[in-house]
């Protein structure tokens, strides 16, 4: 009897993951093949010269070039320590950090299809207001000893995770104008292995997020919700959102894009709209994620990012409340619907089929290319990254892998 009342939930829930799922393929792999383009023709090993301080300007250069870079959260954080070995600002490399996690492109597309352009444009503004607050509290509260502790850590070169996908350069370099150097046969194998690359660090916490999503939306009752959100008293509900939404992404375990859709269940669950925001820039501060922090840095600083970085979510999750309910650009909460009407031919399922073929081409492209043998270097000690990226593609490439094609910034 038990099993009999349990297949129908779990059918539920993976029907729920599975409507979501669809709903949104077209738009990740557009995303990603943007994030890819704009990766292809910027080299990571230029970064470091135009992160050397903390200025306003820095600043925003930092947030611009995080933005054109990775969205997998694990593969962000290692390259921002990569930065900081490297000489950039501790400041300025958790800024790229930040940005190249939730000001990525694929993620403004996911939010406007789930649900709505005003999530988007809330995520685009609450971005720098988080890395505004955070620059303002480092300034103020990062000691020098603190520092140089978290430098002295970061030298061991510990493992965490991603930091071969992180040190992987793969521009396409030379003096030809931008759209010469895209469109050449070394432009779209750059362009594969970037895409099939960045897939690969994010295929998991997606499909994480898509079921645990349809499994919260298909068991958890929505008066749970309701309670725990301070629904029934909008006051309490506003100032209560920012600070609990990222708690609930802490011991979510689900990062990267793949709290996207857990954050379509806590907004029809009746988390308020600065509380959404907050849940979604947490990405970052995951449990995973804290135990890579204090690998890489030293329990100490990793308390002190824990502790700064949740000040400035919910920091910009106020704002964002503040500044879309004054301009009455939140949406109607009580409008929300998880998307469960699965496959129909409407305009998504053409979409899906055009961006589907355009995928298999390129991971075509990725595979006969000498590719394969760089997703085993996803996971490896970045110092190594240099000397091995080279000998796979010495065996796999192709005769147009001219000198400079790629690179492995190590």
């Not at 502790?149 to 030809?176: N, P």
């Not at 997606?206 to 959100?229: K, M, R, S």
């Not at 919910?314 to 469960?340: M, N, R, S, W």
């Amino acid at each position: 009897m038990r099993s009999e009342v349990a297949l129908p939930a779990v059918t539920h829930a993976l029907s729920i993951a599975g409507s979501m799922t669809w709903e949104i393929i077209w738009a990740l792999i557009l995303g990603f093949l943007l994030s890819a383009i704009v990766q292809a023709l910027v080299r990571k090993s230029t970064i470091v010269r135009w992160l050397g301080d903390d200025r306003p300007r820095t600043l925003a250069l930092a947030s611009a070039l995080g933005a054109a870079s990775s969205s997998c959260s694990y593969a962000a954080v290692a390259l921002a320590r990569s930065l900081f070995r490297k000489g950039a600002n501790f400041t300025a490399a958790m800024a790229f950090e930040i940005a190249s996690t939730n000001l990525v492109v694929e993620l403004g597309i996911i939010l406007a299809l789930l649900m709505g352009w005003q999530f988007t444009a809330a995520e685009f503004a609450g971005g720098p207001v988080m890395i505004l607050v955070l620059a303002l509290l480092l300034r103020l509260l990062l000691r020098d000893r603190l520092l140089r502790a978290a430098r002295g850590q970061a030298e061991r070169g510990v493992a965490g995770s991603m930091e071969g996908h992180a040190a992987m350069d793969m521009s396409v370099t030379g003096d030809e104008p931008f759209l010469r150097r895209l469109l050449s046969r070394r432009g779209f194998t750059s362009v594969s292995h970037i895409f099939v690359m960045e897939w690969a660090a994010v295929l998991r916490d997606i499909a994480a997020g898509l079921l645990i999503a349809g499994a919260i939306a298909a068991w958890v009752p929505d008066t749970f919700w309701t309670h725990f959100f301070l629904t029934g008293h909008p006051l309490a509900s506003k100032i209560w959102g920012p600070l609990v939404g990222p708690l609930v992404a802490v011991v979510s375990f689900v990062c990267s894009i793949g709290n996207v859709p857990l954050a379509v269940v806590l907004w029809k669950g009746g988390i308020s709209f600065g509380g959404v925001v907050a849940f979604i820039f947490a990405d970052l501060l995951i449990v995973p994620i804290l135990n890579i922090y204090r690998k890489y840095y030293g329990a100490r600083m990793a308390l002190f990012l824990a502790g700064t970085f949740y000040v400035g979510m919910a920091a910009a999750g106020y704002v964002i409340e503040l500044v879309f309910g004054g301009l009455g650009l939140v949406p109607d909460q009580h409008a929300a619907k998880l998307p469960t009407e699965g496959v129909s031919w409407n305009y998504t399922t053409w979409l899906n089929i055009v961006f589907l073929l355009l995928a298999v081409a390129l991971v075509a492209r990725f595979v006969r290319t000498g590719g394969r043998q760089m997703l085993g270097m996803m996971g490896g000690n970045p110092d190594q990254q240099h000397s091995e990226h080279h000998e796979a593609h010495g065996q796999h490439g192709e005769p147009e892998h001219g000198h400079g094609e790629h690179h492995a910034s190590s």
